[in-house]
């Protein structure tokens, strides 16, 4: 370990974009063989910083040296011959092609009449996955992949370039646990190699596990170094957002008088979904946990009208219901907050407040169809101060906005739809510690005015935070419920027992 | 199978000039008691589509086959199976350049220009500035009709110059924006040449909507708008083929060929000038059509 | 911070937008200056009046299909169908002697319902927008032909009927600059697209459909409902774009049409509608009609020969799209 | 656990992806034995060869522009292109006087420069490929007209030329089936073509842009090198359409060649590959361009009326993709 020799330095980096100050001189350094974090709130340029030095941005003014060299990253090319290796934030896959194609795009193994050697790629990319100790088929097509597995896939591809230097904006948002672990001992031989990682996460646990370094941003300017090891999580947190943020934890209300909201009898769809029977009361929040791929997505759409179901009913607040699209849901009460956000969420070329309107705007207009924008306003500007998102005005195009803050859009929208049954899948992924307690509180503000709450998340600190029962899946199954206090090892029994036993 | 089968491959079937011939050829068909059908491409650029058209004919062995060819020298292979196979063919509307084709039915498409440049320089005074709207710059029969004109003019009118030639591709509308900009770049225009249906209607359009009085306008075949034209005075007058005769004589000598009768070379079936005058005259208006 | 950060920005983006539009604007003041210099013949006002009648039944047909490209979608079929709606108001206006307002109606409603057609092969049946008007294209056209047995349908007996085009209601007010009332109807249809599309329901789902058709349904709107819905109103406006033909011709020339839809397309690209969908305005569209026209006006008017006026118009196009390109790109 | 799932599902996707051809294959069949049916002398092999010729050069288009919809572009010049190539191949045989073989390197020449020069407007210049095309076919065509002074150019002069679409290599060995040379090298080319995509670099990025063209920027590939080279390939693939139809014609025909563009992506979409792109094969661009022909004959042996052949094909290409639809959409 040469732990003194710089190997990147960025100094004064300066970026703008119309009408937003990204980056206001921000300086930064990565050394080899370290994991250096940057933490910041939603917005506060981590991506946009990322994004100078792998040559997708330039920066305004600024300089980046490299190995003592200051260097000009014109191109994603660039940074690539330079060791720079980079896992985007956004998915950026080819669904049409294979993972082995993917992995190795632009790098082909090539026989003579540049005929591509696909034996030898399709080789390489086992032994990656084998690397890593994922089972991900080479030949199956990206579009057939969960997201998690698609971020394995991105994972695999940066990895694969053997860089000097790798950057991991989030790469665990769509991964549970176990690939986590995966991920941190993949981590963890690099840095003993000398590659210098530079790690994104709005897991702050992740930071303690994995981090030399944490360097915080805000509002796009550079706040400060620190040792990871030696500096409590509360001071890194006050560091990004300025305050203290204070997470109580859950209490279960008695609502075994309540009003049974939604219930699911028999739900089967495919592959995905097996025989799936739950209740759901008014005042509920239902936690659903499970392994990567359970199938709780599936279930949600199912129930949701997204993929109509092949067998089962639905009964919402006593009556059965017919739903056969999520029009026929929304107009049963119900609504579905998906887990990928860029191709299932949200009009990125529209503005901050038509997103937040797309589900309501019925009620926003007169009977001939014209739009109260007047209101809409109003109403997009409480939601961008309840929710802090972070917006130069309402009628930015939210492709413009961070992951994060695009993220808390949807959630608006489906806040001013209000559903009575309000179905969450992953609401927090990509999202900041400060919105995070924001957006449970939120939660649970709802369920304390009657709505039923499903959230379907990874993170199982945050199923056990939230839920007041937790559903566990496996393999399309429901393998069981638990009550809201019920201890890690049981899910975890749960998320693995592939026998399913009935659930309740 | 009694039924002597004809089919007659035009260069186009949408026009009222081709439905003309259509209405011809069927009236033939009706009094000798043979089936045709009838179809052409949908513009006069389609060699090939013809040529396809040509060789789905002869997959149904008929007793003959009257042929408009877009391009002779394009077609003859086909032709030459046609021949083998003992086929008879009849050209119309415009020759064949080979001897295959036992007759022509035709108008002479040049001289019938030119008797429309004649009467342009008597109506205009032998002199001033004219101009053509072609209906296409490629087909045997725009650049016949508009070399028709322009020679004609250049050999017997040299104090009439011709001032600009476009194509409207026989699109009433194209035509008639046509017109209105030669007005606008030429506003001493004294006449225009129309020449086809599409083309004479988009110059009287593109003349009223302008409002300019005084022009000579010309056009080519008939058609309700052109007769009324006519008789409002709009228009000075026309050139009319005889396509009704076409089609029928086409039919009538591809029955007599069929049968291995004898069949003239050619058939002129001629070209007449008609006006305000002569627009009502029996022997006009029968090869007249709206 | 955040708040002063709010105010300069929404300047900005809206100057932005404004910029757009006058430099749009702008190659079209070119082209006019340009033509004018070279051929004083150019600016007479019977010249532009004859240009803006020129531009009226391809913009109002580019006025339609806007809608349909800001949804993602294209249509081939408007050239056809304005035909068909043309043959049929010949129909009901002289083979059964209806009244005026009945054609209109029938012109307007045929074109809708040949839109709800497209539409739902579209949005039920999930054909691409592009095979399925093409389809419609060819039906379209071969309907026209079957329905008038090939022949011009002439408006001699219904007196007025040409007036919808070419009388002038401006004219009568100020007699000096008598727009023919198409022009007059292709404003206001460009007036009120463009309302429709910035203030209604309707015009806020065709930008979110274009911009991301599966997270409108997502979003619990009926989505293909919609679509449909649009396409509709495409078609209603092809429909006066058949009437508008229709009475400048005097007749329905049922062989018309097809070729129509690309100018069309061109001239709504031109106006700085993104094909991928999500973007578009209809003041766009117009100026892009509106620089098709001048375009092939001045061409003519400077007697340009014929086949280097088509090699010029096809570099003008591809020309001004990449100004618009240009320009787009340097603020970013 | 999920590697038996993902096992499973890679496999149904194979399935599919030879389903679909077979289900296309079947569509033709269909139409084959009921046009068979209702006329028998459709059956001839003097009609079946006509039917393969006239696929020809709508096939040798459809497969260039193959290339370019699975980008996710689109290209509206290939029509006129086709003729340009044709023009420019008469310059230098009949006017020049040259070889056979310089002609044939000629209209493959100019078809991929005119590709080339397409291509750079697409990527380097960022017009969308729709315009960036549509200027393309309105130059072309001018400049065919231009370049023959609007008259054919005839290759009278040079012996053998229209062997290479009439003459036959197959029925020297065959005689019984004497297949135009033009269906040979149709299917040559689709042989090729169908290696290239699935076998190099160049048809793995041909899929990759189509399927993320940003990601494969992102990915450090040089995205507007390859999109250069597959516009221009499929240039060239235009220009052996160009020799086809001018050795078929004997002559190259300056004003033919607009509207052939649609043909040809019709061909293609009823081919299932998809019109936004990643998605497609050369084997389903043939039978899409044999159900073309196949149809267009067939209506015509079967005397059908020429209006009411329009309306009929207009109909069938709908419910082909209608068909192709539904299949996919069963399995998911
Ligand atoms: N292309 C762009 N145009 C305009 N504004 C942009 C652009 N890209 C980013 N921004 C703005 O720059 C700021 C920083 O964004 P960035 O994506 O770097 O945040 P981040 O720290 O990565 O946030 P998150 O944790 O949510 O991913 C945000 O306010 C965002 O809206
Ligand atoms: N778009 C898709 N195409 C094909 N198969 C899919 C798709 N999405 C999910 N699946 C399959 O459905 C199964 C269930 O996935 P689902 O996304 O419902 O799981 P999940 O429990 O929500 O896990 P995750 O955390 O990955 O979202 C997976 O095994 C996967 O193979
Ligand atoms: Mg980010
Ligand atoms: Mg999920």
Request: hydrophobic fraction near 45%; aromatic fraction near 6%.
């Amino acid at each position: 370990m040469t732990a003194t020799t710089d190997l990147i330095r960025m100094e004064q980096i300066d970026k703008r974009f119309p009408g937003v100050h990204a980056l206001k001189s921000v300086d930064f350094d990565l050394r080899a063989g370290e994991v250096h974090a940057l933490m910041g709130e939603n917005g506060a340029g981590k991506s946009t910083l990322m994004k100078c030095l792998s040559g997708i941005y330039q920066p305004t003014s600024g300089r980046i040296v490299i190995d003592g060299n200051e260097v000009q990253l014109s191109t994603p090319k660039a940074a690539q011959d330079l060791g720079i290796g980079i896992i985007h934030q956004e998915l950026e896959l080819m669904r049409d092609l294979t993972v082995a194609q993917n992995i190795w795009i632009g790098r082909e193994p090539r026989l003579s009449f540049g005929r591509i050697d696909e034996a030898k790629l399709n080789a390489d990319a086992a032994a990656l996955f084998e690397g890593m100790n994922v089972s991900i088929d080479p030949k199956a097509p990206v579009s057939s992949l969960t997201i998690a597995r698609q971020q394995m896939v991105e994972i695999a591809k940066a990895l694969s370039f053997r860089s000097r230097v790798l950057i991991m904006d989030e790469p665990t948002a769509a991964l549970t646990e176990a690939e986590i672990e995966e991920l941190f001992t993949i981590i963890r031989r690099l840095r003993s190699e000398g590659v210098g990682i530079i790690y994104i996460s709005h897991k702050m646990d992740e930071i303690r596990r994995i981090s030399d370094r944490v360097t915080v941003m805000r509002d796009g300017s550079y706040v400060g170094t620190v040792q990871a090891a030696d500096t409590p999580i509360s001071q890194i947190i006050s560091m990004m957002v300025g305050r203290d943020v204070d997470d109580e934890p859950v209490e279960v209300p008695d609502l075994s008088r309540a009003e049974v909201a939604l219930e699911v009898r028999h739900l089967s769809r495919g592959r995905d979904v097996k025989d799936v029977t739950f209740s759901l009361r008014k005042g509920e929040i239902l936690g659903f946990a499970g392994l990567m791929g359970a199938g709780r997505t599936e279930l949600a759409r199912a129930i949701f009208g997204a993929e109509p179901p092949d067998e089962g009913e639905i009964v919402v607040h006593g009556h059965h219901m017919t739903i056969r699209s999520p029009s026929d849901a929304v107009a049963a009460g119900i609504g579905y907050l998906s887990e990928d956000r860029k191709h299932y969420g949200l009009a990125l070329g529209l503005d901050v407040r038509a997103n937040i309107a797309l589900a309501s705007l019925g009620r926003y207009a007169d009977r001939i169809g014209r739009i109260d924008e007047h209101r809409l306003a109003g109403i997009a500007q409480d939601y961008i101060r309840t929710l802090n998102i972070r917006t130069p005005h309402d009628q930015q195009q939210v492709r413009f906005l961070s992951g994060g803050n695009q993220q808390k859009v949807v959630i608006a929208k489906w806040l001013l739809r209000d559903c009575d049954i309000l179905i969450f899948d992953e609401p927090t992924r990509g999202i900041d510690v400060g919105a995070k307690s924001e957006i449970y509180r939120l939660l649970n503000d709802l369920a304390a005015r009657g709505k039923a709450i499903i959230v379907i998340s990874s993170e199982l600190p945050e199923v056990l935070r939230l839920s007041h029962r937790i559903a566990v899946m496996c393999e399309g199954r429901l393998t069981g419920i638990l009550p809201g206090g019920a201890a890690q090892e049981e899910i975890m029994a749960l998320a693995t027992q592939r026998e399913g036993m009935t659930a309740e | 199978q009694d039924e002597m089968y004809i089919p007659l491959i035009s260069k186009g079937f949408q026009h009222q000039f081709w439905q003309a011939v259509n209405a011809g050829a069927q009236q033939a068909a009706d009094e000798l008691g043979v089936r045709v059908t009838f179809e052409g491409p949908d513009n006069e650029s389609q060699v090939d589509k013809q040529m396809d058209m040509l060789a789905a004919a002869l997959a149904n062995k008929p007793k003959a086959i009257g042929f408009a060819a877009l391009d002779s020298q394009a077609a003859i292979p086909l032709l030459r199976q046609a021949q083998e196979a003992g086929i008879p063919i009849i050209a119309f509307d415009s020759g064949v350049d080979s001897d295959i084709p036992v007759t022509t039915a035709s108008t002479d498409n040049v001289a019938a220009a030119a008797l429309a440049a004649d009467k342009m320089a008597e109506l205009v005074g032998g002199k001033g500035k004219v101009a053509v709207v072609a209906h296409d710059q490629t087909s045997r029969t725009g650049v016949d009709r508009r070399d028709g004109f322009v020679n004609r003019m250049k050999e017997a009118h040299p104090d009439i110059e011709i001032v600009a030639i476009e194509y409207g591709g026989g699109d009433q509308l194209k035509s008639t924006e046509i017109t209105k900009a030669l007005l606008t770049a030429n506003p001493d225009l004294v006449g225009i040449f129309g020449t086809n249906e599409g083309s004479a209607i988009g110059v009287v359009n593109g003349v009223r909507e302008m409002g300019t009085k005084g022009l000579t306008i010309i056009g080519y075949d008939s058609g309700k708008a052109q007769t009324d034209a006519i008789r409002e005075g709009l228009m000075a007058g026309a050139i009319t083929q005889n396509p009704v005769g076409i089609g029928y004589e086409t039919v009538k000598a591809a029955v007599a060929a069929a049968k291995g009768e004898s069949v003239p070379p050619s058939i002129d079936t001629g070209f007449y000038w008609y006006d305000a005058t002569n627009i009502d005259d029996p022997e006009i208006a029968a090869v007249l059509y709206d | 911070m955040t708040a002063s950060k709010t105010d300069s920005s929404a300047r900005n983006g809206r100057r932005g937008a404004t910029q757009q539009k006058l430099l749009a604007f702008a190659s079209l003041i070119v082209l006019v200056i340009g033509f004018s210099v070279a051929n004083s013949n150019f600016m007479q006002v019977s010249n532009l009046l004859a240009i803006l009648q020129a531009a009226s039944v391809n913009g109002v047909l580019a006025i339609g299909v806007t809608l349909i490209i800001i949804t993602g979608g294209i249509d081939l079929s408007i050239g056809t169908l304005m035909t068909f709606c043309a043959v049929m108001t010949g129909v009901v206006l002289t083979w059964l002697g209806a009244p005026l307002i009945v054609g209109v109606v029938t012109a307007i409603g045929t074109g809708a319902l040949s839109g709800l057609i497209s539409g739902s092969l579209v949005a039920k049946m999930k054909i691409p927008p592009f095979i399925a008007t093409l389809g419609m294209m060819l039906i379209l056209k071969g309907l026209s032909l079957i329905v008038t047995g090939t022949r011009p349908i002439y408006f001699n007996d219904t007196p007025g009927f040409d007036q919808i085009s070419r009388g002038s209601l401006v004219g009568w007010v100020v007699p000096a600059f008598p727009v023919p009332n198409g022009v007059l109807i292709l404003f206001v249809i460009a007036g009120l697209v463009s309302w429709v599309l910035s203030r209604t329901v309707l015009g806020r789902y065709t930008f979110a459909l274009g911009s991301n058709e599966e997270a409108v349904r997502l979003s619990g709107v009926n989505a293909d409902a919609w679509k449909m819905a649009i396409y509709a109103v495409a078609g209603a406006i092809v429909g006066v774009g058949g009437l508008l033909i229709a009475s400048r011709l005097n007749s329905a020339q049922p062989a018309l049409g097809l070729g129509y839809e690309l100018e069309a397309i061109a001239a709504v690209v031109i106006g700085g509608t993104s094909l991928s969908g999500g973007r578009g305005t209809i003041l766009g569209t117009l100026i892009g009609a509106l620089i098709m026209a001048v375009l092939t006006n001045g061409l003519r008017v400077l007697s340009v020969a014929p086949e280097w006026q088509t090699v010029v118009t096809g570099a003008i196009i591809i020309v001004a799209v990449y100004a618009d390109q240009l320009r787009r790109r340097a603020p970013g």
